[in-house]
Structure formats: structure tokens, C-alpha cells
């Protein structure tokens, strides 16, 4: 069983976790249904559209449903549109949730390695990154292409315990989605979700398979919670 005294790692999902970035993200997927000739979306809908990709994203823009599908052609000149506005415009309103900073730095102080595992592409997650001053906190980023698969496939979660050269049960996973969640479970790793994101984490925690292993209400919180645990584990040890 995956415990929280066993961490000696630390993964971050990227949107919804560390970077409120919804607003840049809408406004490239509205640019894609404003040329399409289509009305513009809140950013509440938007929200739950995120999570799986840019691929995925643009079917869900232009269908306007998170289970939709569309057509090809038209997929193929959204994505283009998405991908040029969304890399010539990524942290125009995307910050750090508050907190983020401070909870990056205590963490380190407790000598534990981090990572981002995202779905977005690696070239956007790093520039992402490097734009909001983050990308230098960690030791690995690995964006939604890097691997053959994606969250919530485990694979991404144990080529980040394999390169940061803990074992999966080590390494605690934090994000704001199912797809975190699942990823984490199947991996093995401890899981870690976080209010402040675009899912309804308590509606997650009602369903075991979506259950995270602990809830954050801030990411500052997961040191607190974290700093009492493993001294216990390490005078016991």
C-alpha cells in the first residue's frame, strides 16, 4: 500500500495545479471557434474541457461537448489555429495558483525532487514554465508527448520515479483531475488532489475509483501536511 510516509518524490500536474492558466486557454480555444463561425464559450466550459491534450481539446472547442468528436478536416485547421495562438500567447493572464512558489520551496528544503507530468505538449509545458519563472524548481518535465502514452496511463508516473531514481510507491502525485488520480493509482504512487482546480475534487473523493490518497486545500498545505509524517517515518527508520 502506497503511504505518505514513503515520499521521496514530488510530481505536479500543470494546469489547474501550479498554473491557473484557463483564461489563455479559452481565449486560443475561442479564437478557434471564432474562425469556424462559431460563438464563444465560457470559461467555465472551457475548463472542463482541459485535461486531456490539445488534440483533445480542439474536438471538444469545436463540437462544444467534452465527448465530441469533429470532423476531421475541420480538426486538423482548429488545431493549427489553437496552436498558433495558444504558443504566441501562453502566460498573457496564466499565474501561479497563490501559494505555489512558497509550496515549491519548502518542499525542496525537504530534499525531495520535483517534476511536472502534464498532458500538454512538452514544448508548451517548458515554455509555460520558463515564462512564469517555474521551470528551473524541477528536475524533469514530461508534457502529454514525451511518452508513447499519457496521464491516465502509469507510464508517465514511472519514467518520473525511474529518472528521478525513486520507486513508483515514493513518489506522490498531485494534480486537480481524474486523469491525475488514475494515473497515480495505477503507478502505484501516493496521491495528492488539490481544490483549487478545474475539477470538483470532493465529487472525485465521493467515488473510490477517483478517490486521491490525501486532499489539499492549498498546495503549502501538502508541506504541512507532509513535514510531521516523514520525521515520524525517519526517527522510526
Known amino acids: 500500500m502506497t503511504k505518505a510516509k514513503n515520499i521521496r518524490a514530488v510530481a505536479f500536474d500543470l494546469d489547474g495545479t501550479l498554473v491557473d492558466s484557463i483564461a489563455d486557454l479559452a481565449a486560443a480555444a475561442n479564437a478557434v471557434r471564432s474562425g469556424e463561425g462559431l460563438p464563444l464559450l465560457d470559461d467555465a466550459t472551457l475548463a472542463s474541457f482541459v485535461g486531456d491534450g490539445i488534440g483533445v481539446l480542439v474536438h471538444r472547442t469545436l463540437s462544444g461537448n467534452r465527448d465530441g468528436v469533429a470532423d476531421e478536416v475541420q480538426w486538423q485547421r482548429g488545431l493549427a489555429v489553437f496552436v498558433n495562438y495558444y504558443s504566441r500567447h501562453l502566460s498573457v493572464f496564466s499565474r501561479p495558483y497563490a501559494g505555489a512558489v512558497t509550496a515549491l520551496g519548502l518542499l525542496k528544503s525537504l530534499g525531495l525532487p520535483l517534476a511536472v507530468v502534464t498532458n500538454k505538449s512538452e514544448v508548451l509545458a517548458v515554455a509555460l514554465l520558463r515564462q ?21 496511463s502509469a507510464l508517465p508516473l514511472l519514467h518520473t520515479a525511474e529518472v528521478l531514481g525513486v520507486s513508483p510507491q515514493e513518489l506522490a502525485m498531485v494534480g486537480d483531475s481524474t486523469n491525475d488520480v488514475l494515473a497515480a493509482k495505477a503507478a502505484g504512487c501516493f496521491s495528492i488532489g488539490v481544490r483549487h482546480g478545474y475539477a470538483d475534487m470532493d465529487a472525485l473523493a465521493a467515488d473510490e475509483a477517483t478517490r486521491p490518497n490525501w486532499i489539499a486545500d492549498d498546495l503549502p498545505a501538502i508541506y504541512d501536511y507532509l513535514v510531521p509524517v516523514l520525521k515520524a517515518a525517519r526517527e522510526a527508520g
Open 132 to 152: 512564469l519563472g517555474l521551470a528551473d524548481e524541477f528536475s524533469l518535465i514530461v508534457g502529454g508527448d514525451t511518452l508513447p502514452e499519457r496521464k491516465p
